[in-house]
């Protein structure tokens, strides 16, 4: 028991020295915090004294400066105008030439080719030349493009093209009917720019239509170097226009009948040389009024007229032009130089007829009038 009661009293001693000891450790922690704090204090208080005695300091050198030397400025470098440095200069010369040869290279060829492109639409014919357009004339690839009455019936059965192909036809028979009550018009020529533009096709087809209304028409082939008219009628070419231009044929002889009221002068075989010389005499003049006593119309294919100078005597000598242009082929420079020329004879040009138009940009009028055709 007394051993016992030892062991508790060293235990109880052992703690109570335990717990003094952390004391005085944590006492010694506090006092060199204590000691930390009043170093940085007395660093703080030392840098803060410099500091003060250092601006107590500048007004003094202040007023030294200013009774000093130093009061008065010297110039270095004088001033001078801007010059411009040489890689900024050329830098703005590469610039501009880039804009220029960018112009020049994409805008150029771009307005060159929006001015020089093919007549499309019956606006471009009419803001190009200042006429009106008789009629626009699709283009036809269901059947052959000959102006055939026989479709009408009710067992023929037709593309809409060929339909569009009529419907355009008979339009530009209208036109020509209205203007004759207005004009002179009995004696009109056919003609276009450049080979190639149907002015073959629509003056067969323009004769054929107006013999559908049972007017009296004669077709005259006055192309002299690519005669056409006399295969389109699968007719005989013997006798004809040249024929009556030499002086080695007569009418009656020279004229095919190849519809009700509708007859052909095909280009004929007479040589070429009298020909000619007949185009620039009274004679043509006399061949035409003596067709003109047989028919109300007279209609005359011609040579393209930028490449056949002999235009210009057939022009002279009828009543009126119909001016045909290729749509998407005729370029606006063509037409316009045509037209010029063939005004120089003194022949008013009474209109345009556009050839070939593509189906989708006929008028949309054409177009509700075909179906209700073949309704």
Do not use: C, W
Not at 89 to 109: C, D, H, T
Not at 226 to 249: I, M, V, Y
Not at 341 to 347: A, I, M, P
């Amino acid at each position: 028991a007394a051993l016992e009661t030892s062991v508790v009293s060293l235990t109880a001693q052992e703690s109570a020295l335990r717990e003094q000891a952390a004391n005085l450790r944590k006492n010694l922690v506090g006092l060199s915090k204590d000691q930390l704090e009043y170093r940085r204090l007395a660093s703080e208080a030392e840098t803060n004294r410099k500091l003060v005695t250092f601006l107590q300091d500048k007004p003094g050198a202040a007023r030294i400066r200013e009774h000093g030397e130093m009061n008065a400025v010297k110039e270095i470098d004088p001033p001078g105008l801007p010059t411009p440095a040489p890689n900024e200069r050329r830098l703005k010369f590469l610039g501009m030439a880039l804009a220029l040869s960018f112009a020049v290279g994409v805008a150029g060829p771009g307005v060159v080719e929006y001015f020089n492109r093919p007549i499309q639409t019956e606006h471009d014919a009419r803001q190009i030349t200042g006429l009106p357009v008789l009629s626009s004339v699709p283009l036809v690839q269901s059947r052959r493009a000959v102006f055939d009455q026989r479709v009408a019936k009710p067992d023929v059965v037709v593309g809409e093209d060929y339909v569009l192909f009529m419907d355009a036809i008979r339009r530009l028979r209208v036109e020509i009917q209205l203007l004759a009550e207005e004009m002179p018009l009995h004696r009109i020529l056919v003609a276009s720019a450049l080979p190639g533009e149907g002015k073959s096709t629509v003056a067969y087809n323009l004769a054929l239509a107006l013999g559908e209304v049972r007017k009296r028409v004669i077709i005259a082939d006055a192309d002299l170097h690519r005669p056409t008219l006399h295969r389109t009628a699968e007719s005989s070419n013997e006798r004809g226009f040249t024929d009556l231009l030499a002086g080695t044929g007569e009418l009656s002889h020279s004229l095919t009948e190849i519809s009700n009221g509708v007859r052909l002068a095909p280009h004929g075989s007479g040589p070429s040389v009298p020909a000619r010389a007949g185009l620039g005499t009274r004679r043509l003049v006399e061949v035409l009024e003596s067709m003109s006593a047989e028919a109300d119309y007279v209609l005359i294919d011609s040579s393209p007229v930028l490449l056949i100078p002999e235009n210009l005597y057939v022009a002279a000598a009828v009543d009126g032009i119909i001016l045909v242009a290729d749509a998407g082929s005729t370029r606006p420079r063509d037409l316009l130089r045509a037209k010029e020329v063939l005004e120089h004879s003194g022949t008013p040009v009474i209109g345009v007829v556009l050839n070939r138009m593509p189906l989708k940009s006929v008028n949309s009028y054409y177009r509700r009038y075909a179906a209700y055709y073949q309704s």
